[in-house]
């Protein structure tokens, strides 16, 4: 008997070659994946995501799917799996859920954080300078609040993703909302939306920054999501900066028990 | 001509076999000091910091004295350092200095916060995970955070190190604070003090566990400091959730110039 489980995972991306499994490059799915198989001595194991990261970007919560035996305590799982992982990957739950939840398919929003630090300011210790993007100070900063607030809502995002001749799919998404946070040395960038195409996030950003140094302006911008034109964002920021902070699904996509209830569980 | 700089450093300690240079073992000194060496182009180039941390232990501001050519402006050593150090260490700040700055002998207190997670708990992300240490949660916290308040004022804190026989000297030390910080899955313990014996933080910290789960009580805690007794305090809780928060010093030791001042600098 197998059961589906629903795992919550965080890691530091500065080492991977992403997410996705890759023929010789390390990938966090790659990882985890060995790890399970390892651990239920089964090759056939098989983790799915939410979605891709790029190399190099950061997850705080990303969540994929993955059947496995009925008898193995969820809590038994982390500790598994956190024991045998490098320490830049970490599970932070793992529950049963519903045999037909599915990582990405039935994903309803997704929330980026992008986190600039200003050149030239005082350097971040290195657990901050992990996540954190090094990026000469825009001279109008109001412009590229601004035009962050333009991007919110549905449209073609073709502008900011490129051509895979291997995925074909609409290019459509919907941007519900965002958010600026200016802190005493950079900015943080935040998008919540319905999914993101490949390098969205970052070539929004990118456009975003040239807005604030005034190579373009916001007609420009909403040139760009009136009429997609692919390839015309083509300035992608650094993807250090680049965190995926949290995946939502519907109410009815919730665990269905709470054996990773920590406060019960004796140590 | 050369002139002193005062840096202050931050680092993760994991990778490391603490501050100290070692034969055959990597340092945060000697990595520094390789780096100098190789800017400078001489070999003769030694940095003194405030006093060791060890394997394991994290700053995030550690301070040195170090004499370098007079010539380089402060950006430009930051800048030269960090574009050639690992990413677990960084350089935050280099001022030019007194040249009779001393960043050991000048020292007037140093901060050190220990961070706790306890099991059971939630796993944290990588960026937490690599600063904290998990253990078992006592089952008396109150009693642990009145023993802590006990450890503050002068003693003789020789019932927390160990005697080296390369190193004498007076175990007589002034804690002047202490603070506990309960989060939601753990606590914080900070310790401000004239400065601390060798495993001292480490040993303190294991002793109010020790005392939270019951092994031993707040009587035991005051006679090792009204009478000594070397050796008794033996449990060191571990490094990694460590960090060296700040070392302070006499006012007229602060730097003589201000060329770090980066608002100011051109990227």
């Not at 420009?220 to 009429?227: A, C, E, H, Q, V």
């Not at 250090?240 to 019960?264: I, Q």
Request: with cysteine.
């Amino acid at each position: 008997m197998t059961a589906r489980f629903r795992l919550v995972i965080s890691y530091l991306g500065s080492r991977f070659h992403g997410w996705q499994v890759q023929e010789n490059a390390c990938s966090v799915q790659g990882e985890i994946e060995a790890r399970l198989k390892g651990i239920f001595n089964d090759e056939t194991i098989g983790i799915i995501g939410s979605g891709r990261t790029d190399a190099g970007v950061h997850a705080a919560g990303q969540v994929a799917h993955v059947d496995l035996p009925n008898s193995i305590p969820s809590a038994g799982l982390i500790k598994a799996l956190n024991g045998r992982l490098p320490q830049d990957i970490r599970v932070l739950s793992a529950d049963r859920t519903s045999p037909d939840f599915h990582a990405r398919f039935d994903a309803k929003a997704k929330t980026y954080c992008y986190r600039i630090r200003w050149i030239p300011s005082r350097p971040a210790p290195p657990w901050k300078f992990q996540r954190t993007a090094f990026l000469p100070k825009p001279t109008n900063i109001k412009a590229m609040i601004d035009a962050l607030v333009a991007l919110e809502g549905e449209h073609d995002f073709a502008s900011f993703t490129v051509r895979d001749p291997n995925r074909t799919g609409r290019t459509r998404r919907q941007l519900f909302s965002t958010r600026a946070r200016l802190t005493k040395t950079g900015l943080h960038l935040v998008f919540r939306g319905s999914g993101f195409l490949r390098y969205q996030v970052r070539r929004m950003v990118g456009a975003l920054l040239e807005i604030g140094n005034g190579k373009h302006d916001a007609q420009w911008l909403d040139g760009l999501l009136s009429g997609p034109q692919p390839g015309a964002a083509v300035y992608s920021a650094p993807p250090r900066g680049l965190c995926l902070e949290k995946v939502e699904y519907a109410p009815e996509r919730t665990m269905v028990d709470s054996s990773t209830d920590f406060g019960a569980v004796k140590s």
